[in-house]
């Protein structure tokens, strides 16, 4: 099955800079990637996600890079803030499936 | 009010004893799943059921078997329970099956002792 590694476990970086998450995958059939935050005991929230028929989305701060040849994609969070301060989760998925393969988490700390 | 329920929030059980985690949905979606936190694996897929009917089973262990009463329900029941299924259990739901965005409980926390 897919194997998604999430590379950093943990980040801190300063308020204003940006932060980045990088995910690889092993699958060549995974074409959708999620990606989940989960502050300190909640649940998942979704963020934003990136399917293969682009390399580049954009949703306010935050921008997902898709690089297939390397089967590796990046969360950047640009100008943090301290609420951005969680575990990020990413995932891979086949086109037209529904299960999830997760990463490890990174812990995100922006410190003020 | 939020949108999916779990329930209870913790649990606490012994080995070899026997739970029931509830799940129940009230988005309208179609398909529902349960993915397990542990200490060992961060988030692991364990079911996915789609109109009530099992779609993907990734759960090597036959101790766990969801239960779809209704629709929006999906619950789990965990048989002779033991200490390595101690984590948080999260059930999620998507419109249907296929690469969405999955909104996500807030989780039952097991502890089995």
């Known amino acids: 099955g897919e194997k998604v590694e999430q590379h950093e476990s943990t980040l801190s970086v300063r308020e204003g800079d940006s932060a980045v998450i990088n995910c690889t995958y092993t699958d060549t059939a995974s074409s959708y990637f999620p990606w989940y935050k989960q502050e300190a005991g909640k649940s998942l929230h979704f963020v934003i996600d990136?399917?293969?028929?682009?390399d580049r989305k954009q949703s306010q701060r935050l921008i997902v890079l898709l690089d297939k040849k390397a089967k590796r994609f990046s969360l950047h969070i640009t100008a943090t803030q301290p609420e951005d301060s969680a575990i990020y989760f990413c995932a891979a998925s086949w086109a037209n499936y529904n299960v999830l393969y997760f990463g490890s988490g990174t812990k995100l700390t922006v410190e003020p | 009010d939020p949108k999916i329920i779990q329930k209870p929030k913790y649990l606490v059980a012994v080995t070899g004893s026997e739970k029931i985690l509830i799940c129940e949905q009230y988005l309208g979606h179609n398909a529902m799943y349960w993915y397990r936190q542990s200490a060992k694996k961060p988030l692991e897929f364990m079911f996915s059921?789609?109109?009530?009917?099992?779609?993907d089973n990734q759960t090597a262990s036959s101790r766990f078997q969801p239960q779809s009463s209704k629709k929006n329900h999906l619950d789990l029941q965990i048989t002779a329970l033991k200490p390595d299924d101690s984590a948080t259990y999260f059930c999620?739901?998507?419109?249907?099956?296929?690469?969405?965005?999955?909104?996500f409980g807030p989780g039952t926390r097991l502890t089995v002792l």
């Open positions: 999620a739901s998507t419109p249907g099956l296929g690469a969405y965005e999955q909104y």
């Open positions: 059921y789609s109109y009530q009917k099992l779609m």
């Open positions: 990136i399917r293969s028929n682009v």
